[in-house]
């Protein structure tokens, strides 16, 4: 850098202001364009049931259609007490911080260092105080590239949160679901180990009177035991269920109003006119691949900033003082400032730098495909989930009737009985073959719920309510 006398400081500002406008105007002039993300999605559902109401539906708290109060508290009382989502809002606040300064290494910095110095034939020592201001020109598109950056991990990052909130919700509401279902099995499976043990001592009378061999009464015996075998499996997926609940609400342990039996979550009516836009606005992955995508460009942009020259502003101004001294007569007290610019251009390596920026251009395309790839992806488990969630709709349909009929069949059997008309052995055999048909239609509705989960889940969770959410603001 050539000294600049002071008098000639005002001019010198001005070149360099000059100079800085100058460079400035071509900040953006090798930014990497972002390629426009078109999804490749359907115009309509393909497995969307025909029956649907021309209303759009309300897709923020989607749980609601479970009409179960315990379950909407569960679920608030998930979102705000979650140890993983706790960790990812800390990680996006994190990230948000970080972001803040993403253009902090192009802005001008001032730095102030002071050293004692000795005079190369050690007549004189000097202590030294300076000032030294740098300032890296964000040329040929650096600036936007770090913008892209930061805003893509931040992207990132929220991406994760929303993905753990998602699925929280959904697993909550799925092992809430499948205690309630163990209850009501429980229940069923109990109903029927006393209707196998009534019986069981009604044959054992038969036998003592000559009336049923002991054959059936073994059969019946084997039908108790299996009863009992069978009662074991919702008592212990019950116990199963409480603990992954308290792991999922941050609790040490189970509450216990949940070991309280209560009616199965009954899915009311449902229906579903979204646009795979809706599918783009909630999903995750969907999200994560698009901030992938802004990542890769501004890495991209980087990349090709770094082909062409570097351009820096600097100035100094350097005070000495004397401290000790071996001449009779020594300059004290000197300073002088300095300013100009740098250059740093890439010569030997240019051509590896070259090779860094099509790399990069190709790992941008590589996005672009990974994005596609995730719609695709996306509404090819939406689709299923349409289609699981309407066949398991009619078996549920199915299940009921059945039910329907044999409890009309055990209505009947039993003014039969009250009539004297059959005997009490055949009643309790057709009071089984009703539990077990309740219990199978029960099963069915499980299996309803549970698709009605997946949907959702394949939605993006649809949107969550943001007053429950522990945001990372």
């Not at 034939?121 to 201001?133: E, K, M, Q, R, V």
């Not at 598109?141 to 893509?152: C, P």
């Not at 991990?153 to 929303?162: E, M």
Request: charged share 20%; net charge neutral.
């Amino acid at each position: 850098m050539t000294p600049i006398k002071p008098s000639n400081t005002s001019r010198a500002c001005r070149t360099l202001l000059t100079l800085s406008l100058g460079l400035t105007a071509v900040t953006g002039c090798s930014v990497a364009p972002l390629p426009a993300l078109k999804p490749p999605a359907p115009e309509a559902w393909r497995n969307a049931p025909s029956p649907l109401a021309p209303a759009r539906p309300d897709l923020n708290r989607w749980w609601q259609a479970f009409n179960d109060p315990e379950l909407d508290t569960l679920v608030d009382q998930a979102l705000q007490n979650n140890l993983d989502v706790a960790a990812a809002v800390e990680r996006l606040r994190a990230a948000r911080v970080l972001s803040q300064h993403a253009q902090a290494p192009y802005l001008p910095s001032l730095g102030i260092k002071t050293h004692d110095a000795i005079s190369p034939d050690t007549s004189s020592s000097y202590f030294l105080i300076g000032f030294d201001a740098q300032w890296e020109l964000p040329l040929f598109g650096a600036r936007q590239s770090a913008d892209r950056i930061a805003e893509g991990n931040q992207a990132l990052v929220a991406a994760d949160l929303r993905s753990v909130q998602v699925s929280l919700v959904a697993e909550v509401t799925r092992q809430w679901v499948e205690l309630r279902s163990a209850q009501q099995a429980e229940r069923a499976l109990t109903a029927i180990r006393d209707a196998q043990q009534e019986k069981l001592a009604l044959l054992r009378v038969r036998e003592q009177l000559g009336l049923a061999p002991h054959a059936d009464v073994a059969d019946a015996e084997a039908e108790l035991a299996r009863a009992e075998r069978q009662l074991s499996a919702p008592q212990q997926q019950i116990q199963r269920h409480v603990q992954q609940l308290a792991l999922l609400a941050g609790r040490p342990g189970p509450d216990p109003r949940w070991l309280k039996p209560g009616p199965q979550p009954a899915l009311g009516q449902w229906q579903l006119n979204s646009v795979p836009a809706d599918l783009l606005r909630t999903r995750p992955e969907i999200t994560n691949a698009e901030a992938e995508v802004l990542v890769a460009a501004g890495e991209l942009g980087m990349s090709r900033a770094d082909i062409y020259p570097h351009l820096s502003l600097g100035a100094s101004l350097q005070w000495s003082l004397n401290i000790a001294s071996n001449r009779k007569h020594t300059p004290n007290g000197n300073s002088i400032f300095s300013a100009g610019p740098g250059i740093s251009i890439p010569l030997f390596d240019w051509g590896q730098r070259v090779a860094t920026a099509r790399a990069k251009g190709h790992l941008l395309q590589a996005a672009v495909l990974a994005y596609r790839q995730a719609v695709l992806q996306g509404v090819a488990e939406a689709e299923i989930a349409l289609s699981d969630l309407e066949q398991t709709r009619l078996r549920e349909h199915a299940s009921r009737q059945a039910q329907r009929a044999t409890q009309t069949h055990l209505e009947a059997l039993q003014h039969r009985a009250r009539l004297g008309l059959m005997s009490p052995l055949e009643l309790t055999t057709a009071n089984v073959q009703a539990l077990q048909t309740m219990q199978q239609a029960d099963s069915a509705s499980t299996e309803r719920d549970i698709a009605y989960i997946a949907l959702y889940k394949a939605l993006g969770g649809a949107p969550l309510p943001n007053p429950t959410l522990k945001d990372a603001d």
